[in-house]
Every structure is written in structure tokens, then in C-alpha cells.
């Protein structure tokens, strides 16, 4: 439930159904037999005269949703709602706590997709909300940003290529308005988690450690993935691991956790617990309750922000001796606190709602404050 001290006056909060834990739901969903999907509003006050979404004149609006499963079809859906609503208001802010187009790495306008074995949806996404009419975006931990902080369409995605003289070829004739996109992060509560249930267990000292650059702003310690391999089911394999970790690296501490803002597949995983035992580094012995390391060991965990928890994954992850009692999530993927219900997990609404809280909709107020909110505690 969004908490009342960070709803503004003339502000309207609403919520799709599967964000339903964050407070109670405003739309509701029909199908048609093809598929197409239609959303209707609750109306306040509705006299028989007034068109439900008269309601929202001038208003400051929030939307909440998920964008996850089927997140093609909820965006859609999601980009009509603030297109319609932008009628009546130019003051509309989605919060998406797992927002699924920003998980890849090449979004720069000038290189090639297809040399990069992936669509740009991070740009076509965000600069199609950014025309339908949405002013701001928070989410949480969007890989394409590589760090927390307040972005905007133009600086991260640019709108237009560049022709050989220089200067930006429109592509539709006008310049789309700027989006500011709040990418929040969740990395200081996964850890204080993760250190809470490691003394819990009598663990005195957790090595934080990113199995990617991508998420190298979560901590200092990282490894480097390089893709090369065969593509399979769509996704180009890791040809390589690196790292500058060694038996001194770990001495003193008694687990090593991954932090990560995205799992999905699990590989990424598995390829670095390989790699850093051929650093040399020895890990226990794969148990469902945790055990004080004997020499020279260390114990493992896994912090995620977006689990996505395929069973493949599961399978991967369990393989090298990450059970579900060592894996801490959030509930930016489902309601249900984790798609596997793991006990370990850490809430996303306050952080959500706070950064909510503090948009007036003014940039100049709203950019270096949301910038402070977003880096602090890193």
C-alpha cells in the first residue's frame, strides 16, 4: 500500500492488478477473442455525465505495473493508458519495478543491431512512452544504465543517427519529448540482507563480487564476461571469463555472494563460480543448511534484484551449490515476494514510492534531488 505521507494533494495513484500489493487496483483488463486488450478506469465521483478519465484534469498521475509476464503485450497496453490519459494531463510518471526492455548493453543509435546480436528496445521503448505522453519512469536496476542516477531519452538514448556531416537525421520529422527515466537500485538492502542472514548463521565477513561489468556499480569487485560462443535459443554464449581475483582476494572472508541485477538464464552464474575456481578458490560442498567453512573454503549466496527463476536456472544455480536457502531476491518480478517464493526477500514498494513522493514536476527541483535519492548508500 503506497504510503500516505508520499502522496501529494492533487495527486492520483493507481495500480494495474498485478501490482495490486502495492495499492489497490484501478484498471481492469478485458480480452478480445484476437487477443487485443482493452482497460477500463474506475471512475471517482462518476455522475453519469462525466467520462471516467475527466477525472484526472491537471492532476499529477501515477501509474503502477509490472510490464511482466507477457511484458510486448502489457506495454502496449500500458503506452494506450498514458496516451489516453495525456489528454487530460501532462503530468503522468510510470513506476515499473522490473522494466524488461532495458536488459541489454548496445543501445548507442550508430551501431548495427544485428552486429550486436540484439534489438534496440531499450530506445524504441522508452522513446514510444516518451511520445505517448509520460514524463517520468522509476524503475529499479535497468541494465542498459550501468549505474543508478537520473537519465533522460536524449542524453542515454539519442533520438536520431548521425549523417556524415554531422548533424542528426530526424527520423519522424519532430524530436519526441524527453522521458527522465529514475533507475533506482536495490543493491544496499540486498546486502544488508545478505550480511544479516550470514551473521545469523555465524558468518563474520560476506565478499560482495558482480559476475558481470554490468553490474559492477553494485560493488568493487567484478568479473568480465566476454560473449562469442554459439548463439543459443537467442542469446550469444560467454566465450570468456576474466577477473583479478585470487586467493588473496578472498582471505578473511568466510562467503562469497553474487550480486547481480538480473538472473535469468543462470549461466552467467555457473561461469563464474568455474572461474574463480580456477583461480583456485574452493567452495563448499553443496548442502540445503549452511556450515562454518573449513579451510581455505568459502560458502556461497546469491543476491539478485530481478530473479526471474526459470527452472533451467534453478537447476544451474542449485549445480554448484546455491541452494534456495543462499539466493535473497526482491519482489520486482511478481507480487509474491519472488516467482519461487523464497523466503529470503526484500520489498521494492517503499523505494518506489518514496522517489514517487518527490517528483513535483519541475526538473530543476526534481533532477539533482531524485540524482542524491538514486546514488546514496552505494
Known amino acids: 500500500m503506497a504510503h500516505k ?39 471517482i465521483n462518476y455522475d453519469g455525465k462525466t467520462k471516467a ?25 500500458v503506452m494506450n493508458i498514458i496516451s489516453d490519459l495525456s489528454w487530460h494531463t501532462n503530468k503522468i510518471t510510470l513506476v515499473v519495478p522490473y522494466f524488461p526492455f532495458l536488459r541489454q ?10 552486429k550486436e546480436h540484439e534489438g534496440k528496445t531499450a530506445w524504441v521503448s522508452l522513446r514510444l512512452l516518451a511520445q505517448a505522453g509520460l514524463s517520468y519512469l522509476i524503475t529499479l536496476d535497468g541494465h542498459s544504465f550501468k549505474r543508478p542516477g537520473v537519465f533522460t531519452t536524449y542524453e542515454k ?13 530526424p527520423e519522424f520529422g519532430i524530436i519526441p519529448p524527453t522521458l527522465k527515466i529514475v533507475n533506482l537500485t536495490m543493491a544496499p538492502e540486498l546486502k544488508r540482507k545478505v550480511n544479516f542472514l550470514a ?5 563474520d565477513e560476506v565478499l560482495f563480487i558482480s559476475p558481470d561489468l554490468g553490474a559492477s556499480y553494485m560493488t568493487e569487485i567484478n568479473l568480465r564476461k566476454t560473449r562469442g560462443g554459439d548463439a543459443k535459443d537467442g542469446v550469444v554464449e560467454i566465450s570468456d571469463m576474466q577477473s583479478d581475483i585470487t586467493l588473496d582476494t578472498i582471505k578473511g572472508y568466510d562467503v562469497i555472494c553474487f550480486i547481480d541485477d538480473l538472473v535469468a538464464s543462470g549461466g552467467t552464474i555457473l561461469d563464474s563460480v568455474t572461474h574463480l575456481r580456477e583461480q583456485g578458490i574452493e567452495f563448499l560442498p553443496f548442502t540445503n ?35 534456495n536457502k543462499r539466493i535473497v531476491v526482491t519482489n520486482s518480478i511478481t507480487e509474491n515476494n519472488s516467482p519461487l517464493a523464497f523466503g529470503n526477500a526484500v ?12 517528483i513535483t514536476y519541475n526538473p530543476d527541483i526534481d533532477i539533482p534531488k531524485l540524482q542524491e535519492f538514486a546514488t546514496q548508500n552505494l
Open 5 to 43: 505521507k508520499m502522496i501529494k494533494k492533487n495527486s492520483i495513484h493507481m495500480a494495474t492488478p498485478d501490482t495490486r500489493d502495492f495499492i489497490k487496483p484501478w484498471f481492469k483488463f478485458f480480452s478480445f477473442k484476437d487477443g487485443e486488450t482493452k482497460y477500463y478506469i474506475s471512475a
Open 53 to 77: 478519465i475527466d477525472q484526472f484534469k491537471d492532476k499529477e498521475v501515477f501509474i503502477y505495473d509490472r510490464l511482466y509476464p507477457e511484458p510486448q503485450k502489457r506495454f502496449f497496453t
Open 105 to 114: 548493453d548496445h543501445d548507442s543509435v550508430n551501431t548495427d543491431p544485428f
Open 157 to 169: 538514448f539519442r533520438n536520431f543517427p548521425i549523417g556524415k556531416d554531422g548533424k542528426e537525421i
Open 199 to 203: 551473521k545469523k548463521q555465524g558468518y
Open 289 to 323: 543448511e549452511f556450515e562454518h567453512p573449513p579451510r581455505n573454503a568459502v560458502d556461497l549466496m546469491l543476491a539478485v534484484v530481478h530473479f526471474q527463476g526459470f527452472d533451467y536456472a534453478v537447476s544451474k544455480i542449485s549445480s554448484v551449490g546455491i541452494s
Open 347 to 358: 520489498r521494492v514498494q517503499e523505494k518506489l514510492e518514496t522517489a514517487a513522493g518527490m
